[in-house]
């Protein structure tokens, strides 16, 4: 074998390695672009059943209209935000704070809690809660998958040549405890007799 043969098959094998690089950064890219479309179905989901839910809450605890206000407060401004992901990860925590205090308020309430369409609302809010956690763990799986191989050698400096940026994981915000912490129920006497 000849240099020029040798030198021609490693410009070959480099190309191919730059070819197959840049295949698995756009699979990857995808990957991470389906799976925030995922949680974006599942939120919007959440977000017309939302209303519903607090229609059925209404009739029962008339009297509890800030935690009624709060929820579909936090709605809007959860489907307001088109920010980047910190921010939309922000404001759905947020709402799913402001939803564990209605499903806890239903507790100061036996009839609400006996009501068939709050039971299948519930139901379907937990439902979506559980979709939208599932979507955010294969989000940040996906993330992870990319921000390795753009950091890893010599991935990264093909990812870098052609643009590919890193991605931020969906996750609590450390400023936002009241998302960490479980809902406080208490129980009204009253509104038991």
């Known amino acids: 074998m000849t240099i ?4 021609t098959i490693l ?5 191919l390695y730059v070819l197959l690089t840049y295949n698995r950064l756009i699979t990857l890219r995808n990957r991470v672009k389906e799976a925030w479309s995922d949680i974006e179905v599942q939120v919007k989901r959440r977000y017309d059943l939302i209303p519903n839910f607090v229609e059925t809450v209404k009739g029962y605890a008339s009297h509890e209209k800030n935690t009624l206000s709060d929820v579909i407060k936090a709605r809007n401004i959860a489907m307001q935000n088109m920010g980047n992901i910190s921010d939309k990860a922000q404001a759905e925590n947020a709402l799913s704070g402001t939803l564990k205090s209605l499903f806890a308020l239903s ?7 006996a009501n068939q369409n709050f039971l299948e609302l519930q139901r ?9 956690q599932s979507s955010r763990r294969f989000y940040n799986s996906n993330v992870l998958a990319i921000n390795t191989k753009l950091e890893l050698f010599p991935s990264n400096i093909i990812g870098s040549a052609f643009g590919f940026r890193k991605h931020d994981l969906f996750k609590l915000d450390d400023t936002e405890q009241g998302a960490k912490k479980p809902v406080k129920v208490s129980f009204c006497l009253f509104c038991l007799l």
């Open 11 to 15: 410009i070959i094998l480099a190309g």
């Open 107 to 113: 507790e100061n309430y036996p009839n609400l809690k």
């Open 124 to 132: 379907e809010l937990a439902d979506t809660e559980n979709k939208i």
């Open 4 to 7: 020029t043969t040798i030198f």
